[in-house]
């Protein structure tokens, strides 16, 4: 009988292992599933597609074809409800059971809804999928006023999607300024001009304490914690995802606020992997576990996890412990936004403004540059990611690394005195 490996998800990370796969392993039973109803996209792309910016078919990354000439058995709108290690099967929630020999848990999160009344009402989006897309659109097309929650990466899309199809929206924010775990108010600020500049306006001190609907159970206000009431037909909230580890609750698997696994994306359950947002991994930069939820590393998880999946079961490829700076770029605005690393996390930090539309900060830890925020200017990116990678103690050189056009020369230089 032919190996069998299972992948739950089609995402980045799942799509990613099984072509890992299938490359060193032509005669192997390879079977990715997912509730969704459509094959991998370009999850990054669908607030393009709701802004109204983009048509439907570039956001496309693989038809079914793509599983079919490879030989993948592709099983969409199939929902895994159980992982059982002991028989290797997972069951659907027809009740079906697939084998595996090994199997691959790449489900990623879902959004998290607010705990506060009508929070479920009809016209309040959450945004995850391109079905989420479609809808966001649809309605933000009709919608005259607009309500966005969540002060993060995320829900900035919405702001922006609400901006695109002239919402006029506000963006609640629970602090004094956007991503405050990450931008100080100099930073920020440039974030809340360009918000106002496509007509939303920043609301601080805020967030939704509950929606008012019509007779019809659609929302038509939100009502913040200072008792403010904005107008809202349309609401997008974006307060963080839950990850859906749900069917390995019941294995030996360490689960917390993700699922763990080692560098090699190896769960603590025999032939069980995990890749993508839904991992707890081993950092071996920062010699901890991290969590990431950027594409570029869920696809690195995933062709990593695959090719681990092969050689544990004796295929010889060579693997290498996950090592990855991840960075996440925004582009609704005029200039370009971009974090890196681990922007939030860090004991030290350095900043400077360089216009009205260019700033940075970079965050450090035990000496090593771990992560910063660009905006306006990213020509230095890959310089810092090439010193986070290398460990490099830096932060006693704040001012060589905060100089506009930085050169890493410039650094062991300053290094050598
Ligand atoms: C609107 C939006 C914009 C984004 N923009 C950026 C960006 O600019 N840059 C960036 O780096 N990242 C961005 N991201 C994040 C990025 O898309 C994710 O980090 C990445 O897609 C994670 O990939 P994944 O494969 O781990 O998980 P996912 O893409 O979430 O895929 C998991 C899949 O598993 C399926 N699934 C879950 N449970 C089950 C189950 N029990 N049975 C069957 N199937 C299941 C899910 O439906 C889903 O299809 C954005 C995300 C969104 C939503």
Known sequence: MSESYVIIGDGIAGSSAAEAIREEAPDADVT????????????????????GKLPEAPISIHETDWYDERDIDLRLNTLVTDVNPDAHTVETHEGDEISYDKLLVAAGGTPNQLPVENSDAEGVHHFWTFQDARQIR???????????????????????????????????????????YALSSDGAEIIHDGLREMGIEPVFESGADHFETNDDGEVVATVDGNGDRHESEFVGVAIGLDFNVEILQDTDATIDNGVHVDEYMRTDVEDVYAA???????????DERAQNGS???????????????????????????????????????????????????????CERKYSDTEWRRLTFKDGKL?????????APQSKYKQLIKDEAVVADQQDVLLQENFEIDELALAQEQ
């Not at 707890?280 to 920062?286: A, E, G, R, S």
Request: aromatic share 12%; glycine share 14%.
């Open 32 to 51: 990715v599933v997912t509730d969704e109803g459509e094959a991998l996209y370009n999850r990054i792309l669908i607030k393009e597609f709701a802004k």
């Open 295 to 349: 594409w570029g590393s869920a696809k690195q998880q995933g062709a990593l996890a695959g090719r681990t999946m092969l050689a544990d079961e004796g295929h010889d490829v060579d693997i290498e412990p996950f090592r990855w700076v991840s960075s996440y770029s925004i582009t609704h605005f005029d200039f370009p936004f971009l974090s890196f690393g681990f922007p939030t996390m860090g004991d030290e930090s």
């Open 370 to 378: 771990i992560g910063g925020v660009l905006i306006g200017n990213l």
């Open 276 to 286: 993508g947002d839904i991992t707890q991994y081993w950092d071996t930069i920062m």
């Open 138 to 180: 649809e309605h933000a097309e009709d919608a005259d006023t607009g309500v966005v929650v969540g002060a993060g990466l995320l829900g900035i899309d919405l702001a922006a999607i609400c901006g695109g199809q002239d919402v006029d929206a506000k963006y609640l924010m629970r602090g004094d300024r956007w991503w405050r």
